[in-house]
């Protein structure tokens, strides 16, 4: 069975660093792309990066202040968030896409709030 675990996030003001982690089990982590998504009130959820093989991709709202790694010997990817906005402000989501015979699953969501 198919686990995401999130840990992390919280408050921090303006300018600040957090960092989440997406643990999972239940597959072959290292050979699957995992991705974050974020939802702000009021929002649609919105992918911001993935993970993928030995790179990562971002949306441009977050490139060169967010960073995503991984570690497959601990099965768990992680969200680096630095120099931190207001705008940052939502509930952050890893996702496991899925693949042959195995449906996408979401983590738990975790809520970061960027506010002085």
């Known amino acids: 069975q198919v686990r995401i675990v999130q840990s992390g996030g919280g408050l921090v003001q303006p300018g600040g660093s957090l960092r989440l982690s997406c643990e999972a089990s239940?597959?072959?982590?290292?050979?699957?792309?995992m991705k974050w998504y974020r939802q702000a009130p009021g929002n649609e959820r919105e992918w911001i990066g993935s993970?993928?093989?030995?790179?990562?991709e971002y949306v441009d709202s977050v490139k060169g202040r967010f960073i995503i790694s991984r570690d497959n010997a601990k099965n768990t990817m992680y969200l680096q968030m630095n120099n931190l906005k207001p705008d940052d402000t939502a509930v952050y989501y890893c996702l496991f896409p899925g693949g042959v015979r195995l449906a996408a699953v979401w983590g738990q969501g975790t809520q970061v709030t960027v506010s002085s």
């Open positions: 239940g597959f072959a982590f290292s050979a699957y792309t």
């Open positions: 993970s993928v093989d030995d790179r990562s």
